[in-house]
């Protein structure tokens, strides 16, 4: 460990001024460097953090955190194990529904989409659409009302608004003296969502579950039953104990199977972005290197008597371990404090620069989430990253200081 000695005389040499100038710059640059990568490393990963919640969040409006259907067909008996679910102490909520593909025609214009059928005083226990209802709610799918609940973008490709019909044409076929014809049926907008997705907002709806089944003939039977959990991130183990537990007959996902793709994509993302904003840090600690070995440069007479005065070699080779240990701590904390603070801050000083400037930096509709940049600071990440820069900034030091500590003092004095 290090002895006062050491540390005196180390703390000494980081706060003196060097006989080259460009010694006590390229210390200084490379303190900042290591500030600025960390802080630059924090402040982006929470960014891309405060994505990947967005983007969690609003598919988990449309997709539970866990789905049950039959591989082979409907549920049958669907209501008792629905109850036998919902005794488990993972699960928090329920809800049945049924589901197929149609096609919707108003105005001239015809859309394919799925259609699910659903319990209106259920769904919120599973889902969130209800919350990011435009105009109208799931309360107003009435059995037997026939209405229909649609995404915005959907209702303005079929150009049609609250109060408006339109067609719902299934791929079932119903036999007429003119022949077989798909199976229609009327129904009234009763409700607008807006999930900020193209995937559910132009491509899914919503009817009561009575009018579904009608619809699509499928008496008391359901296509599945979704469930919410306590911990959305359980979702893996519990999908995968009921599908070990209910056998081949039935088909268990998770919303993270659902989207694995779309979340691989994001996971690969903030990997490769780590590994290109850590190269400033990298940069930092080989600037580190430099100002280190010039130090032991210029402190050459010093490291001589020093050692004249009997300090060992390895007590050399700690007090220029000193200089780089103070200077990645130095970086490591400061940029981790200013990271935190930027990324809690990140939505409001974007704002406040564009209306200082009169100009848009990004603009709102390119993205799904609800703020331009959404931020979640993971305490876990920026400890990593605090670390893995201060561990850098200290293995910077072991080659100066083991040429400090080679130095030999009868060479170095003589030319004093």
Same mark, same amino acid.
């Given at each position: 460990?290090f002895?006062?000695?050491?540390?005196f005389?180390?703390?000494?040499?980081?706060r003196?001024?060097?006989k080259?100038n460009?010694?006590?710059?390229i210390? *200084?640059?490379?303190? %900042?460097?290591i500030?600025? !990568?960390v802080?630059?490393?924090?402040?982006?990963?929470? &960014?891309?953090n405060? $994505?990947?919640?967005?983007?969690?969040d609003r598919?988990?409006?449309?997709?539970?955190?866990?789905?049950?259907?039959?591989?082979?067909?409907?549920l049958?008996?669907?209501?008792?194990?629905?109850?036998?679910?919902v005794?488990?102490p993972?699960?928090i909520?329920?809800?049945?529904?049924?589901?197929?593909q149609?096609?919707?025609?108003?105005?001239g214009?015809?859309r394919g989409?799925?259609?699910?059928?659903?319990?209106?005083?259920?769904q919120?226990?599973v889902?969130?659409?209800?919350?990011?209802?435009?105009?109208?709610?799931?309360?107003?799918?009435?059995?037997r009302g026939?209405?229909?609940? *649609?995404g915005?973008? %959907?209702?303005?490709?079929? !150009?049609v608004?609250?109060?408006?019909?339109?067609?719902v &044409?299934?791929p079932? $076929?119903r036999?007429?003296?003119?022949?077989?014809i798909?199976?229609?049926?009327?129904?009234?907008?009763?409700?607008?969502?807006?999930i900020?997705?193209?995937?559910?907002?132009?491509?899914?709806?919503?009817i009561?579950?009575?009018?579904?089944?009608?619809?699509?003939?499928?008496?008391?039977?359901?296509?599945g039953?979704?469930?919410?959990?306590?911990?959305?991130f359980?979702a893996p183990?519990v999908?995968?104990?009921l599908?070990?537990?209910?056998g081949?007959?039935f088909?268990?996902?998770?919303?993270?199977?659902?989207?694995k793709?779309l979340?691989?994509?994001?996971?690969?993302?903030?990997?490769?972005?780590?590994?290109i904003?850590f190269?400033?840090v990298?940069?930092?600690?080989?600037?580190?290197?430099?100002s280190?070995?010039m130090?032991?440069?210029?402190?050459?007479?010093?490291i001589?008597?020093?050692r004249?005065?009997?300090?060992?070699?390895?007590q050399?080779?700690?007090?220029?371990?000193?200089?780089?240990?103070?200077?990645?701590l130095?970086?490591?904390?400061?940029g981790a404090?200013?990271?935190?603070?930027?990324?809690?801050n990140?939505?409001?000083?974007?704002?406040?620069?564009?209306?200082?400037f009169?100009?848009?930096?990004?603009?709102?509709?390119l993205f799904?989430?609800s703020s331009?940049?959404?931020s979640?600071?993971?305490?876990?990440?920026?400890?990593g990253?605090s670390?893995?820069?201060?561990v850098l900034?200290?293995l910077?030091?072991?080659?100066?200081?083991?040429?400090?500590?080679?130095?030999?003092?009868a060479?170095?004095?003589?030319?004093?």
């Amino acid at each position: 460990m290090f002895k006062p000695l050491e540390l005196f005389v180390g703390l000494r040499y980081t706060r003196s001024k060097h006989k080259n100038n460009f010694i006590s710059f390229i210390s *200084l640059a490379s303190m %900042l460097g290591i500030l600025f !990568g960390v802080l630059v490393l924090i402040t982006v990963l929470s &960014v891309m953090n405060g $994505f990947e919640k967005e983007l969690r969040d609003r598919i988990l409006s449309m997709v539970s955190h866990v789905t049950i259907s039959e591989t082979n067909g409907l549920l049958s008996d669907w209501r008792k194990q629905q109850q036998e679910l919902v005794d488990m102490p993972e699960v928090i909520g329920s809800a049945p529904f049924i589901r197929n593909q149609v096609m919707l025609s108003a105005n001239g214009e015809l859309r394919g989409v799925l259609l699910e059928g659903i319990l209106p005083k259920e769904q919120p226990k599973v889902g969130g659409v209800h919350n990011r209802m435009l105009e109208g709610s799931f309360d107003d799918l009435q059995p037997r009302g026939y209405g229909i609940a *649609l995404g915005v973008e %959907l209702a303005q490709q079929l !150009g049609v608004f609250p109060g408006d019909k339109l067609t719902v &044409v299934t791929p079932r $076929f119903r036999v007429t003296p003119a022949g077989m014809i798909p199976r229609s049926k009327r129904f009234t907008v009763v409700a607008v969502y807006k999930i900020n997705m193209a995937e559910y907002d132009s491509a899914t709806a919503f009817i009561h579950m009575q009018d579904a089944s009608k619809l699509f003939s499928t008496k008391d039977n359901v296509t599945g039953i979704r469930l919410k959990l306590t911990d959305l991130f359980d979702a893996p183990e519990v999908s995968y104990g009921l599908s070990k537990k209910l056998g081949d007959e039935f088909t268990v996902t998770d919303w993270g199977q659902e989207n694995k793709s779309l979340f691989q994509v994001q996971k690969t993302e903030k990997v490769v972005m780590f590994f290109i904003l850590f190269l400033i840090v990298l940069v930092a600690v080989f600037n580190l290197v430099s100002s280190l070995v010039m130090v032991v440069n210029d402190k050459q007479a010093d490291i001589a008597i020093l050692r004249t005065q009997g300090m060992s070699a390895k007590q050399v080779k700690r007090i220029f371990m000193v200089q780089g240990i103070i200077i990645g701590l130095f970086g490591a904390i400061l940029g981790a404090i200013l990271g935190v603070l930027l990324a809690l801050n990140i939505g409001t000083i974007v704002e406040w620069i564009e209306t200082l400037f009169n100009i848009e930096l990004l603009p709102q509709d390119l993205f799904y989430a609800s703020s331009k940049f959404p931020s979640v600071v993971d305490f876990k990440q920026v400890i990593g990253i605090s670390i893995a820069s201060f561990v850098l900034a200290i293995l910077a030091t072991l080659y100066p200081a083991s040429r400090a500590a080679k130095v030999q003092p009868a060479e170095s004095l003589r030319y004093e």
